[in-house]
């Protein structure tokens, strides 16, 4: 079985280049600009790529958004909670570099933030391209402590990016 960490990897071609060509060429214009992966993922989010994507949001403030967005990215990918189903078929059917693991994921997290999987494909795809970079036991400890200080929860529990959390 694949593990997640195996399917994380760092091609940001391969990533981006899942996506229809309307949401690579707003991409590729906003790294262009020289937003890094990340705040390129926020103002995606944020609908400053195009009027035409803010329906698709939830209608929360841009910021408080993309901290959700992590949040449910940060149990799918480190600590499987909610997502255990998603987890176990997407470590059986994919292996590292197949197309449809955004997709895949983004249709998983939608119903957790009230949004179209088409408008988190881009945001996953991106942010999976920052994972990679920094690795994704670096990421989910990054992440874990970003939670446990908005919670103001001083020992925030461990993150196993492998599977869930025991």
């Known amino acids: 079985m694949t593990e997640i960490k195996q399917l994380v990897v760092d091609d940001q071609d391969f990533w981006l280049g899942q996506l229809p060509s309307y949401q690579q060429s707003g991409i590729r214009s906003m790294l262009g600009s020289g937003l890094g992966l990340e705040d390129a993922a926020a103002a995606w989010l ?38 255990e189903e998603e987890r ?49 036991g670096a990421w989910c400890q990054m992440q874990t402590e970003r939670r446990a200080s908005a919670e103001g929860d001083p020992s925030p529990p461990s993150t196993d990016p492998d599977g869930p959390a025991s």
């Not at 929360?60 to 909610?82: R, S």
Request: glycine share 8%; proline share 7%; net charge positive.
């Open 88 to 136: 176990a078929a997407v470590m059986a059917g994919f292996k590292p570099k197949q197309a449809g693991l955004a997709a895949t994921i983004s249709a998983a997290i939608a119903p957790h933030l009230q949004a179209a999987p088409a408008f988190l494909t881009p945001a996953i795809a991106l942010t999976v391209c920052a994972i990679a970079k920094m690795g994704l």
């Open 46 to 83: 944020s609908g400053a790529v195009a009027s035409n994507t803010a329906p698709f949001s939830a209608g929360l403030g841009p910021k408080v958004f993309f901290e959700k967005f992590l949040d449910q990215l940060h149990d799918f990918l480190c600590t499987g909670l909610n997502y």
